[in-house]
């Protein structure tokens, strides 16, 4: 009897036994085979995360970042005690007991599930971090093993702290925002440091479902959410009684929901500045790890002097598309059914909202037209009435232009003197548009740039981007090829007709003036921007010398050799015109225009910095008060220093006297050149002082003309002027520098002819020369073409007169010279002045 109950436990002691084994054997098995291919945890030891990309104004602001995924990277020995507790609260209380896995999580769960209480995770913090970053996000028993396995591997690699900051600072938490650092800043706009309780309790309440515990749209679920996570982290004795009530009873309050102001309202909108910083570090790193790097990027950007040069020639557009009298409007509508809820309609339509002209303008919706008045409903405004006078400007009334569901800008007129309401005003972005930039001419950090009219409104960068022919604001780089093959600022070179045959057909080159000065000093030439001169003088020189100049200038890659180029027919960008004209500025040392200062890395490495020069006092101790160090360039030369100064000189002629004049009022000296191209199609003013170079370029998208009184003297010189006014109130300014090596003389800039030391008058010119290098008077340069052997030297009394002209051809035929301007297709291509 014994030995038979004896043989029956042994049975089943065998059979459980070897049920055990069997078990064991086939979850080992298991283990092994899904263990096999699995990826290395080693590898998150050097893990680096996705971070933002910030880029720093000069004074440390943030003004823009840049990011696939919004993360801050925190160490875990930064991220405070409290927040790390909660998120173990909420996740996994037994995180630093467990290898890993947690059996009795697990065996709960299962228990839950199997008695109906529902489907829920038992993944602790380790897994997850395996799910995150090594596997798919894909509910199944393979999954989950292949989870257990990694997790198991990780607590052996890792420590729980190094496991912690990998899964605080990879998960998502909803609002685009990537770990606790960003998610604190987007729901709160606080560092970690600054969270409470509750706050931090939110905050790990939300990587279960964001969505689901939105904090307005769910709000219910998200305070319940949060109080459950309070009072798991009372019960692991993280939080006392007190402090778990008192942090209960607290409403939950974010940006979300309007309580906290948002931390983007204290970054500046995205402007044509810092998104071309980004699409340039993006072309040098490449775009992926520019947007995931973590760069702390400091731009050159003057906030101030930017704010202007956005201002300045925002005004010179409007104050274009307002003389045209015609209203285009947004080109947006809101259906009439929808203005019951005005306000929800139209915070859904995407039109600018960066503008900043006059005063802020916002967008409205057409709600009613009147004869004399008309009510819109503005965006934050409420209800406002814009009356028939506001409109005096637009051909046509109220009735012909609006109709009610139409999206419209406004903006307050206001009373200069107290800021006082005079009336709401209808705007629109203007159809022309432009781009003005700003450069520091010895160092290349350039200062403002603006690339359009509002950057919402169109993103394309037209400093950067756009390519148009420069007009006669390229003549200069003729001019200073000249120079360097010896000719002066006296040279006398023929103004007289040309004709030039070409594949095209036959090419007459025009003057503006239409009429013609015989011959005529360089300066002169370079001053009234005379066109004949240019070409004569382009072929004299030969344009492979003057291609040259304008390459190794960088105004092109590798220009065309065509005697219409030095006319200014071939496209280039104001980027590289500006730059090229900070060359003259600093005495023809090459400098390169940069948007950035430093970039540096993740761990505050310097990986890219733009200043180069040699500072060799820098490591003196101490300097002797009021001296300071001294700083040497390793810049290149591109052209001789003296012939630098000449063609400035020259250019500072055009400013004083010349195409420029009247328009550029400035309390140090300034130089320039207006450029107006074929047809007005675009213009252009490019200058700069004596430390500043600035340029600015107005045309249509698609090239068309901007009417017969466009020119680049009356449309884009006051934008430099007002710009420049306000960055010589900050940077100063002062003489051109001297160059040594030469010597001044008195010319007669009319006719080239050497006057005494002591002349003068409104005619003469104090002009420098080359030591060694005597000016030759009374021969004139024809470049090789034919003149008519009765042209006058420049005769300005006549030209006041306005007189016409008499002259002979090659032919030897007496011709009148018309009155009238060239025409607007006298020129095939290139610029007229």
Sequence with gaps: MIRSILAFFGGIFTTLTLGAIVVGLSIGAVFWIYGRDLPDTESLANYTPPTISRIYSREGRIIDEFAQERRLFTPSEEIPDLVKQAFISAEDKNFYSHQGYD???????????????????????????????????????????????LAARMEDTLSKEQILELYMNEIFLGQNSYGVTAAAQTY????LVDLTPEEAAYLAALPKAPSTYHPVRAKERAVERRDFVLREMRENGFLTPEQYQTAKATPLRTVQGGDIEGFRSEIPPRDYFTDEIRRQLSEDFGEERFFTGGYSVRATVDPELQKVASLALQQALEQY??????????????????????????????????????NTWYPAVVLSIGDQAMEVGVETQGVQSVPRDDISWIRGGFSDNFTVGDVVHVRRMTNDADGSLIRWTLRQVPQVEGAFMAMDVNTGRVLAMQGGFSYQHSVFNRATQATRQPGSSFKPFVYAAALDSGFTPATIVVDAPIEINTPQGLWRPKNYSNRFYGPTPLRTGIEQSRNLMTVRLAQEVGMDVVADYA??????????????NSLGSEETTLYKMVAAYSMFANGGERVEPTLVDRVQDRYGRTVYKHDR????????ASLTPGVAPTIVSNRGRVMDAITAYQITSMMKGVVDRGTAKGKVNLPVPAAGKTGTTNDAKDVWFVGFTSNIAAGCY???????????????GGMCAPVFNRFMQQAVQKYGGGPFAVPPGGRFMKIDRLTGARLPDNASGPNVISEYFRLGQEPVFGVAIDGGFKMGANLPLVDEMARRRGGRQKVKNAAGKTVVIPKKKASFGTLSSGGLY
């Design 698 to 712: 107005i045309g249509f998208d698609q090239p068309r003309s901007l009417g017969r009184n466009a020119s680049g």
């Design 551 to 564: 390459e190794r200038f960088g105004v092109y890659d590798n220009m065309r050799r065509f005697l219409a």
């Design 103 to 149: 059996l009795r999580g697990i065996a709960s769960a299962a228990y839950d599930a199997a008695t109906g209480g529902g489907v829920r995770g038992a993944s602790t913090i380790t897994q997850q971090v395996m799910k995150n970053f090594l596997l798919d996000g894909t509910r199944s028993a393979e999954r989950k093993v292949k989870e257990i396995i």
């Design 188 to 191: 709160f706009n606080k560092p």
């Design 613 to 620: 020069r040699e500072c060799r006092d820098c490591q003196v």
């Design 321 to 358: 598309d307002r003389g045209i009298g015609r209203w285009r409007g947004t080109g947006k509508e809101i259906p009439v059914e929808e203005l019951g809820d005005w306000e929800t309609a139209l915070a859904n339509v995407t039109v600018a909202r960066d503008i900043e002209l006059g």
